[in-house]
């Protein structure tokens, strides 16, 4: 999709690509923790709950408020919050202050995806390739964070994690060029809002299978790198390497699952990518040598092929509560996956950390699972566009 002027979708892209620079963050501000304050696996991952639990609950309050009312203003609100939270945790010090700073970053977090989820429908006029390159933004924030913090925390210690607060400051101003080209956005899924029925139960069934997504996903990205570090001996590189390869593959894969969405239709894509993820996810556990970054490549494709198509079919299943279904399936499902990082850490502390990697093998398979006979929801955002478009 090239980014011309009269495209307020690249604009909003871009914003997410620095706002998920700080969910990327904080997993990979992890083992700088462990190295500079000697925190214990399950400490560790207490940090990324942290960050996971309050955005997992608020997320879908602010859908619900975004319902409501129109809360454009809260986009670039948020991004500020969302990178001031990380920019702190590295020099508050002491375990609670930290875990509050990255609790704060989660809270910014929360409330930039429903509103951004429902402009860039709006802006996307219900195109799943579309919306595939809205979520790519975010992909490649997640992509740059693991890379950014070794920067930025591995030249300076964690004292110079203020300097991460600047894509916070990037994503504010695109966000505020977005809504302005934008005319604002929403206006289009609340059109298509007030004509569809919604069906609670295939979006709570697609909500499970998207937490089971969630679960291994937070757990990769928390302890991959430690993980990688183990087992191949490269050192630091080597899991910083591992991790980059996790959330730089999602780019690829979300591109890809627009397309081919709009090709074989998107339930036929996501349950494909469950199965591919649990083979995958076996792979990294289980395969010895460097393959293992082959294998944490695809299950990044398998994990991020989905991503976008969730979103809309989450928006399509409940079509008069798009900001609460933006909500939860960007957010209650996607964050409870933290609250599963400290029982992985606890296992880690206790066995080792492929025993407590193990059980990540079985969730995609159930999540696969929970998506047979599901059917295809009506597109009532994309009707919604194309009649705006011609209008």
């Known amino acids: 999709m090239p980014l011309h002027r009269d495209r307020p979708i690249a604009l909003l892209s871009l914003s997410h690509a620095c706002v998920d620079v700080y969910q990327g963050a904080v997993a990979a501000l992890v083992p700088f923790f462990v190295a500079e304050r ?46 001031t939270g990380v920019a702190l945790c590295g020099v508050v010090g002491s375990y609670g202050p930290t875990l509050a700073a990255v609790a704060v970053s989660g809270i910014g977090v929360a409330a930039y995806h429903p509103e951004a989820a429902r402009a860039a429908r709006a802006a996307a006029g219900g195109s799943n390739t579309a919306m595939g390159w809205f979520a790519l933004g975010g992909n490649l924030g997640f992509a740059t964070a693991p890379v950014l913090v070794a920067a930025v925390v591995g030249t300076g210690g964690l004292h110079a994690s203020p300097l991460l607060v600047v894509p916070a400051l990037a994503g504010a101003a695109l966000c505020a060029a977005g809504l302005r080209r934008s005319g604002g956005g929403g206006g289009l899924t609340r059109e298509a809002m007030a004509n569809g029925e919604d069906d609670w139960p295939s979006f709570l069934r697609l909500s499970g299978a998207i937490v089971c997504r969630s679960i291994v996903f937070v757990g990769l990205s928390a302890f991959i790198s430690l993980y990688v570090r183990q ?39 996501v349950r494909r990518s469950y199965g591919l993820t649990a083979l995958a996810v076996a792979g990294v556990v289980l395969v010895p040598g460097p393959v293992v970054y082959l294998f944490v490549a695809l299950t990044s494709a398998g994990l991020y092929v989905p991503f976008s198509l969730h979103v809309t079919l989450g928006q399509d299943f409940l079509p008069r509560r798009v900001g609460t279904a933006s909500g939860v ?63």
Request: include cysteine; charge should be positive.
């Open 329 to 391: 399936t960007l957010g209650l499902t996607v964050s409870v996956g933290g609250l599963a990082a400290p029982a992985l850490g606890a296992l880690a502390d206790v066995t080792s950390l492929r025993t407590a990697l193990l059980p990540l093998i079985a969730l995609p398979a159930l999540g696969r699972l929970l998506l047979c006979g599901l059917r295809e929801p009506p597109t009532g955002a994309r009707s919604a566009g194309r009649r705006a478009m011609s209008a």
């Open 38 to 83: 000697a925190y214990a696996y399950a400490a560790a991952s207490g940090v990324v709950l942290a960050a996971s639990l309050l955005s997992s609950v608020v997320q879908p309050l602010f859908g619900v408020l975004t319902d409501r009312w129109p809360m454009p203003w809260l986009l670039p609100v948020s991004a500020v919050t969302g990178g």
């Open 231 to 269: 087992r191949s001996g490269g050192g630091e590189a080597a899991g910083t390497a591992a991790l980059f390869v996790l959330y730089l593959g999602g780019a690829v894969g979300t591109v890809a699952g627009g397309r081919l969405a709009d090709r074989y239709g998107r339930l036929a894509v």
